[in-house]
């Protein structure tokens, strides 16, 4: 099993282009989940997809979109990407969020997107 | 906004010596977990400790849970210079319809050999 996998690694944008990030997962999970990471700070949530064709915002949304056509995939697009949209990006995805054995609850995450908008 | 702090925000140790990070948060949890990331890495889980628990141990690691104080301890005995990393608790707790994981901004451990 690849797990989870994210394309590309490393990205360079101008301000306002836009681009979209593949999340792949190989595990049949349902959840799946986008974050941003910003230098000496943990993960915040941008969205999330609780299963085949459904998404829904987290904690920092704004600017981005998601779409989740594939149970096994889940895509982020920026439409107009800005300097404040530099940051690294991960994806995770969830077996469940119910359940009571511990690997319900784990989340499984890719290698990360590194983003720079000049 | 963060649920879970960590403290301290960098601890460096040398091998063999114990390394104790702390997590506090604000909310009630169904369970906490804690992730490992290496540098240019994405995460990996380590260990979760539901919230009906206290302690639980995994090999090197010992976790605690305080639900009274809501707060948590990662206990990582006998370091190795490969523990370095940054170690981040997450929060595991309802927002609206679905559980989402909340992260704390982490704990920079270095294990100097």
């Known amino acids: 099993n690849a797990g989870v996998t994210q394309t590309p690694k490393f990205r360079v944008l101008k301000t306002g282009q836009s681009m979209t990030l593949l999340c792949a997962q190989d595990m049949n999970h349902e959840y799946m989940y986008w974050y941003r990471q910003d230098p000496g700070m943990g993960l915040r949530l941008i969205h999330y997809?609780?299963?085949?064709?459904?998404?829904a915002k987290g904690e920092v949304p704004d600017g981005y979109n998601v779409s989740r056509l594939k149970k096994q995939n889940f895509l982020l697009g920026l439409e107009s990407a800005a300097p404040s949209q530099t940051s690294v990006y991960f994806c995770a995805s969830r077996l469940t969020t119910w359940g009571g054995r511990s690997s319900y609850n784990e989340q499984f995450f890719g290698p990360g997107t590194r983003l720079t908008v000049l | 906004s963060q649920q879970g702090e960590e403290d301290p925000q960098a601890l460096s140790i040398q091998e063999g010596e114990n390394a104790t990070m702390n997590c506090s948060y604000k909310?009630?949890?169904?369970?906490l977990q804690w992730y490992r990331q290496n540098s240019g890495r994405g995460l990996v889980h380590l260990i979760l400790?539901?919230?009906?628990?206290r302690e639980k141990h995994s090999g090197r690691l010992r976790v605690t849970l305080d639900t009274s104080k809501k707060s948590s301890s990662l206990l990582i005995t006998a370091s190795r210079a490969a523990d370095t990393a940054s170690y981040f608790c997450a929060t595991d707790a309802l927002s609206g319809s679905a559980r989402q994981l909340t992260f704390g901004s982490g704990t920079q451990l270095t294990v100097l050999p």
């Open positions: 400790i539901r919230s009906n628990e």
């Open positions: 909310t009630s949890i169904n369970n």
């Open positions: 997809s609780v299963g085949e064709g459904t998404t």
